[in-house]
């Protein structure tokens, strides 16, 4: 038990090609929490300034799951801000403006009663914040991060060695691109386990996931829960609630071999799969433990592939 996670809580103005949402609520953290808060209780740390809006934090309130201890509203500090804009694919976007804000400031404290936290997701945030985070957390047993474009860029050497330190990466496939200069997403995410990490995640959008570990000479691969054209309304925040319901289930049933792993990605999957169908967190809270299961189910039946072992022929 005991799951937290740190990264942005932001002011997000999305446009997609069939919509647009302007000052809503997200950031790394907003979404990662929301979504693991389904599988088990969630404490976040995270920063905002006095401008957050008060519709935000009620949305936050609305998840019993979340402990928001660890939030900070400091006086005088501008909330993180995003703007993007997604193109006719739904998968591509283009970020247009991104104001780090309170950002650029001290890092939010962690609470000393979240000092025995056992899981720990570092969601998109300046490396250093990460590394400065996991150091705070003696107890923990399983740290994975996330990272994005903006962080390989500006950030590339407090990135090197946050990879030394955790034990799981999870990243998209251009990013994965972005820090080896290859293409191919299985050998991207063997090229980043030379980098520390015991296992990476990289996932291809609505391509699934591949899972690389250190223990294994074998490549896991999951496909995405099918979703029609007409199921994406707006994908913010996808990568945040897959990583949400992945860490969300290994902290619910403690453990972190790689069988463990397997099932996570599959939860991920799908708990992914409800963030995009809205704008903002509206679709993961409009979502609950039955509904999680009864995708699950669904998923198992279009993903199956014959039992293990079964014969070829
Ligand atoms: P995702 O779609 O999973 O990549 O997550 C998008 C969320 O990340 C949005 O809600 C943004 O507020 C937040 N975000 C955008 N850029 C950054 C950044 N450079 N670092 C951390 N969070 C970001």
């Not at 099918?226 to 309304?233: A, D, F, L, Q």
């Not at 967190?281 to 999680?292: K, N, P, V």
Request: charged share 20%; aromatic share 8%; with cysteine.
């Amino acid at each position: 038990m005991s799951l937290i996670v740190t990264g942005t809580i932001g002011i997000d103005t999305v446009h997609t090609p069939t919509g647009s949402a302007e000052r809503v609520l997200g950031g790394s953290c907003s979404y990662f929490a929301a979504a693991a808060s389904h599988y088990t209780p969630t404490r976040l740390v995270g920063v905002v300034g006095d401008d957050w809006p008060e519709e935000h934090r009620a949305m936050l309130n609305s998840f019993p799951g979340i402990d928001l201890s660890g939030l900070e509203i400091r006086p005088g500090s501008a909330t993180f801000k995003w703007g993007g804009r997604y193109f006719e694919n739904m998968n591509d976007r283009e970020t247009l403006f991104t104001e780090l804000g309170v950002l650029e400031e001290h890092p939010p404290a962690i609470p000393d009663h979240f000092a025995d936290s056992r899981y720990v997701f570092l969601g998109n945030t300046h490396p250093a914040v990460q590394l400065g985070m996991l150091e705070q957390l003696p107890s923990r047993v399983l740290a994975v991060a996330d990272t994005m474009d903006l962080w390989i860029n500006i950030a590339h050497e407090d990135l090197r060695e946050l990879f030394g330190v955790v034990d799981g990466l999870v990243v998209n496939d251009s990013e994965a691109s972005q820090l080896t200069e290859e293409r191919n997403a299985i050998t991207a995410a063997r090229r980043i386990l030379d980098m520390g990490p015991t296992f990476v995640v990289v996932k291809k959008v609505e391509h699934g996931c591949v899972l690389v570990h250190r223990d294994s000479k074998d490549v896991y691969v999951l496909p995405a829960y099918p979703v029609e054209s007409g199921g994406v309304v707006d994908p913010t925040g996808a990568g945040d609630s897959f990583a949400g319901g992945m860490m969300g289930h290994l902290a619910s049933c403690e453990r972190t071999d790689i069988e463990a792993i397997h099932e996570a990605l599959a939860w991920g999957t799908i708990t992914a799969s409800c963030t995009i169908g809205s704008f903002g967190l509206e679709g993961i809270r409009s979502t609950d433990r039955a509904g999680l299961h009864a995708k699950m189910e669904q998923f198992q039946q279009a993903a199956w592939v014959g039992p293990r072992g079964a014969e070829v022929g």
